[in-house]
């Protein structure tokens, strides 16, 4: 094979890391770099600095060191069967590439992973050289998310994790089954286990950060995980159950979801259509309601229908209440915050906004349409002054008049 | 800024010096408050956009202040102060003016006029976020041999003195410029200074590493999910025009479908396709062999031979390696292979499938055909149901059947079923006697009959069915065997 210069390579590599959701550069320490030394600063709100056509944030650098890989997961451009073009980074190459991008603002930082090549450990001692060589060669303070590899020596994810800000290890596959159907090499118990010892790591160092000040900070952004959807059979049940698991065991910052997107030379096993892209957006306004509205999951599911797929044409907390109409209308004089919460259309800030300013003033309609998008959506679930949605709440044909409009049939939709 | 016009009724004129003046807003409030002065009464005005700062009358000492000020409102202020909308300073000291009678008033978020300014301080905030995120740098080369990141911006508020900060902190050990219409900043490793207003034909024209940071951006779009909207939001058109990759987006939009849809046609045909791909890359170099295949196939998407092209979604061609020991053929495709356009996925397909898994035969090793390539149907309501094609249409489509035998050169064709066997051999068979030994056929090689497996599908005695499922299977077996023979 010819030599590949590094435009070409970051070609290949970049399109191959693509399919990973993750760019969040948010959530680490506070730092710059002021004292006179070194490159970058984190001020703990993540930055996109670019968007492309697909709606998704760039953030990162975000490629592959390299997409050869032992492997051979179906889902994924860079198995081993695959017959996509090969490249490889050096560390060097990387290094140079994030610092020069760095300097021109285009980026927060580097989101590094790498297809498995020769072994779990060889490929992580890789990653691990590229965040060292960044951080202490270069005293580059800006944003490293490192990927973990499944089976890695528990000491190079420590070393890992010393200068990365955040660490992640995809689950995949939300069921064992789908992970065993399409992932033959990958095990749930190892993904999970390499998440617990990561999350040990990270409880270890917060630990000691309290009682000595130099002790050294792991992964102080924490550790996110992806779940690939509409790949197999799992519904979005399934999914949103899996999801809280997650979070409840591993204290996740985030869990992704993405989409199944038909890939180049794709694995005959593989559904050849997308999954709607809504559907992918219901499961992070799901998530939404787990992590800051105080849904259970179980309550979750139980906005989605008979076979535990979320509706599609409404968002999960309009089906919710739709449902459960008797914890309707709320009464945003009086009502507590977890009531109004459940109220669709009223958001988190929106809320803690009513409830200061409650103590001011008897909310009318007019006050509550101030502080939201829709006072439409939100006006047969609520009482206010001068507001009493009578029957409205009780129609049986509320969900037409609250649904989004219809909009025309997308020609060749999934 | 100066103060005019102070008896009672006549309009009080402050005059600030510079758009961002938060300094002078909060002199001259102060001075209104303790004078008493109502809010309506007040003019304020920016002497000559935002200018130089010092230019201007110099700062007071600060004064003893009489009346304290919460901390909240003096950060909302600040922010409010770079807003362009020309109402801000009004805003701030009806504010002001607000807060002395109630001290709670910037609790209440519902009360219209703190609406009013929280929101503007929300756009200036996303403003100056947005000049983090989209401020691209250009790199120069100084007369002492060191290198200096220029960048053009045009911020929608005025913000730039306010944001300065940001780019220090990250950039501390660079040298740097950020030149806009109203003001530039310059930052040479230890201090900041302020220039007059720029225009774009100020900054440098290029860097040869937007190009790679362009392939960046191109190889990191997912064409598969077009989301367009999601990015103009964050990302509105009147950044554009100083990024680099925004040249590529409406390209990448405009091939975008063509991308995805090639992907999932090459893939479809691959699915079948990549086990003869390869082993066609080792019998045949030249690539032919395929390239006659693709010929035909094309040929066939267009067949009007028979009238059943009318009402199919699709021609339904062969799949598999071309060099295939075995070849099936069936009898027509039917609802979802219409729809898919690939053989034997249906219910009978499925059944197929595992019939040949237990008699140990790598459908992917096979090549599959049907003896008629279009669904032939009765609409009854909302379903197609199959309905079987009459010996015209048999005929007219053997053509077809012909010239992938006459391709591929399978040592072994199996039949399935008696519409198969016709397409074959040109005669009605009966299965029943046909399957005992094979037949030959007129190139020479060995024909195999036997059921379809839909026939199995269709037993409704579960004892028959699971009989008539093992005999099938037994075939098949048999059929590997003389497989394995003829090629060995």
């Known amino acids: 094979m010819a030599q590949l210069d590094t435009r070409e390579k970051l070609a290949i590599l970049a399109d191959a890391a693509k399919y990973d959701a993750s760019c969040a550069s948010s959530g680490t320490t506070k730092r710059d770099s002021r004292d006179g030394k070194g490159l970058g600063s984190s001020e703990g709100m993540g930055i996109c600095h670019a968007y492309a056509p697909d709606g998704r944030c760039i953030s990162l650098l975000k490629i592959l060191l390299t997409n050869s890989c032992i492997f051979d997961c179906h889902y994924c451009i860079n198995r081993k069967s695959s017959n996509v073009r090969r490249a490889r980074f050096t560390a060097q190459e990387v290094v140079n590439l994030t610092l020069a991008f760095y300097k021109r603002n285009y980026i927060e930082g580097l989101f590094l992973s790498s297809g498995i090549v020769r072994s779990s450990n060889y490929t992580m001692e890789q990653l691990v050289e590229v965040a060292r060589s960044l951080r202490e060669d270069h005293d580059f303070r800006g944003y490293i998310h490192l990927k973990t590899i499944p089976d890695a020596d528990p000491e190079l994810v420590r070393q890992a994790g010393l200068h990365a800000d955040r660490m992640s290890i995809n689950v995949e596959l939300p069921t064992e089954p789908g992970l065993k159907r399409l992932a033959p090499e990958k095990s749930a118990a190892r993904i999970e286990g390499a998440m617990g010892e990561v999350k040990g790591a990270i409880d270890e160092t917060k630990d000691a950060g309290k009682r000595f000040k130099s002790a050294p900070r792991f992964a102080p952004a924490g550790q996110s995980t992806q779940m690939i959807v509409g790949a197999d059979a799992a519904s979005d049940g399934d999914i949103v159950r899996k999801a809280s698991t997650l979070y409840d065991r591993f204290a996740l910052r985030r869990v992704y979801y993405s989409a199944f997107s038909p890939i180049p030379d794709a694995s005959a096993v593989l559904p050849l259509q997308r999954p709607p892209l809504m559907r992918e957006h219901r499961l992070y306004q799901s998530d939404w309601l787990m992590r800051f509205y105080g849904f259970k999951p179980a309550e979750v599911v139980q906005a989605a229908d008979a076979n535990g797929m979320l509706p599609l044409d409404m968002d999960p907390k309009l089906a919710w209440a739709l449902k459960f109409r008797e914890h309707f209308p709320v009464d945003v004089n009086r009502a507590p915050r977890e009531q109004l919460l459940r109220v669709p259309g009223l958001g988190t800030k929106a809320v803690d906004r009513i409830l200061k300013s409650r103590r001011f003033r008897r909310f009318t309609l007019d006050d509550v349409a101030r502080l939201t998008v829709s006072v439409a959506k939100v006006r047969p679930f609520i009482v206010t002054a001068d507001w009493r949605p009578t029957l409205l709440t009780d129609r049986a044909d509320l969900p037409t008049l609250l649904k989004p409009k219809q909009k025309q049939l997308e020609l060749f939709a999934a | ?488």
């Open chain 2, 1 to 488: 800024m100066s103060i005019a016009g102070r008896s009672a009724d006549q309009p009080v004129r402050i005059t600030l010096a510079a758009a961002d003046d938060f300094d002078g807003w909060r002199d001259a409030a102060r001075d209104l408050i303790e004078a008493g002065t109502a809010p309506e009464r007040v003019v304020w005005i920016v002497e000559g956009g935002v200018g130089d700062l010092f230019g201007g009358d110099a700062p007071r000492p600060p004064a003893a202040p009489s009346f304290s000020v919460l901390r909240q409102f003096v950060d909302l202020a600040k922010a409010v102060v770079c807003h362009s909308d020309p109402e801000r300073f009004g805003l701030l000291y009806a504010m002001l003016w607000k807060l002395q009678g109630n001290r709670k008033a910037m609790e209440d978020r519902a009360d219209p006029l703190l609406d009013r300014l929280e929101r503007l301080a929300k756009e200036v905030r996303r403003d100056a976020h947005k000049m983090h995120a989209f401020v691209r740098f250009r790199e120069v080369e100084e007369e002492d041999n060191k290198t200096r990141f220029v960048a053009w911006f045009e911020p929608e508020h005025h913000i730039v003195r306010r944001e300065a900060g940001f780019f220090v902190r990250r950039f501390a050990n660079m040298r740097w410029s950020i030149l806009t219409p109203e003001l530039s900043i310059h930052w040479n490793g230890t201090t900041l200074t302020e220039g007059p207003g720029a225009t774009k034909a100020d900054a440098p024209g290029g860097d040869p590493l937007e190009e790679t940071w362009k392939t960046y951006y191109a190889s990191v779009f997912n064409p598969a999910r077009l989301k367009v909207k999601a990015m103009t939001k964050e990302m509105p058109k009147k950044y554009w025009r100083n990024m680099p990759e925004s040249a590529l987006i409406a390209p990448l939009i405009a091939g975008a479908r063509a991308r995805e849809v090639e992907m999932i046609d090459r893939s479809a045909a691959e699915a079948g396709m990549a086990g003869a791909l390869e082993a066609e890359r080792r019998i045949e170099p030249g690539g032919n062999l395929r390239a006659a295949w693709e010929g035909l196939l094309a040929e066939a998407r267009q067949c009007t031979r028979c009238d059943l092209y009318k009402c199919g979604t699709q021609t339904v061609f062969g799949e598999g390696p071309l060099d295939a020991a075995i070849l099936f053929v069936g009898e027509q495709p039917g609802d979802q292979e219409d729809l898919a356009g690939r053989p034997f996925i249906g219910p009978a397909g499925q059944l197929f499938d595992a019939s040949l898994q237990q008699a140990g035969i790598d459908r992917s090793q096979t090549y599959v055909t049907n003896a008629v390539k279009h669904f032939k149907f009765e609409a009854r309501g909302k379903r197609r149901i199959h309905s079987k094609p009459d010996a015209g249409e048999i005929e007219a489509c053997r053509w077809w059947q012909e010239q992938e035998r006459a391709l591929i050169k399978p040592p072994l064709t199996v039949a399935l079923g008696a519409t198969a066997a016709r397409s074959l051999t040109g005669k009605t068979v009966t299965i029943s006697r046909a399957r005992e030994a094979p037949l030959t056929l007129v190139d020479g090689s060995e024909c195999w009959v036997t059921v379809h497996p839909s026939f199995l599908l269709r037993i409704p005695e579960e004892d028959r069915k699971a009989a008539e499922r093992a005999r099938f299977v037994e075939d098949l077996r048999r059929i590997k065997a003389r497989a394995d023979e003829l090629t060995a």
